[in-house]
């Protein structure tokens, strides 16, 4: 049962423009809700994590939105650059087991000029 | 401060045989988990480890095995080799058992023949 769902499979925007991916969790135990930047032959990289107390979170060019009740969060990439074309992966785990992140399937973003 | 190191970074192996991955965390870092990710299946959580102990594990068979030293370097194993394991085998490292921060590494590129 895949318990994160992550949409869309993959994404095309121009540069500057603000992609946003999207994920839907089931489980509503998960309280730790990372973000990761995956570049070809790299492991995946956080970029940026939010809990359920907060609705919106951002570090630098990245947003995290949170909605509980739908329980649903997305990632936004503003002003966005060529050198952000990468797989981005949602995740989700539950305190005292945060290692154990749930992935979701992977967004591959392009970015072009 | 160093980042997590996997070795090797890419492996060859015949179905039936068994293999032995290493990760080294970021220092100070106490617990290691581990990951395959596969097209199919994307990123998998196989276990956690954290003062030596086993801590979280995934559903994954027993031919896939784990542990930790003193040091909290980490290997993982996995014997009678098959065709579907072929993967990339990422380790995390976070500074705390069920630490919500997981940094990875590149991780090792396992091909069975």
């Known amino acids: 049962q895949q318990q994160v769902k992550q949409s869309p499979q993959s994404l095309i925007v121009q540069k500057g423009g603000i992609p946003i991916i999207n994920c839907a969790y089931e489980n509503t135990a998960f309280d730790y809700f990372p973000w990761y930047q995956q570049f070809p032959g790299k492991g995946p990289a956080l970029l940026i994590a939010i809990r359920p107390d907060v609705s919106e979170k951002k570090e630098g060019r990245f947003t995290i939105s949170f909605n509980k009740s739908a329980k649903q969060f997305s990632l936004h990439i503003m002003d966005s650059q060529p050198g952000d074309s990468a797989t981005y992966f949602c995740a989700a785990s539950k305190s005292g087991t945060a290692s154990k992140l749930t992935f979701g399937t992977g967004t591959r973003l392009q970015v072009t000029l | 401060k160093a980042g997590v190191t996997q070795t090797p970074r890419y492996l060859i192996k015949t179905r039936g045989q068994q293999v032995t991955l290493s990760c080294s965390p970021i220092s100070g870092h106490r617990s290691v988990s581990w990951y395959q990710q596969t097209p199919g299946q994307g990123l998998q959580f196989l276990f956690e480890y954290f003062s030596e102990t086993q801590r979280n594990k995934g559903n994954f068979p027993g031919r896939f095995s784990g542990r930790q030293f003193s040091n909290s370097r980490s290997e993982m194993n996995v014997s009678t080799l098959e065709l579907g394991d072929s993967a990339l085998y990422l380790c995390?490292?976070?500074?705390?058992?069920?630490?919500?921060?997981?940094?990875f590494g590149p991780g090792t590129r396992l091909t069975v023949t």
């Open positions: 995390a490292s976070s500074l705390f058992e069920g630490g919500g921060e997981q940094y």
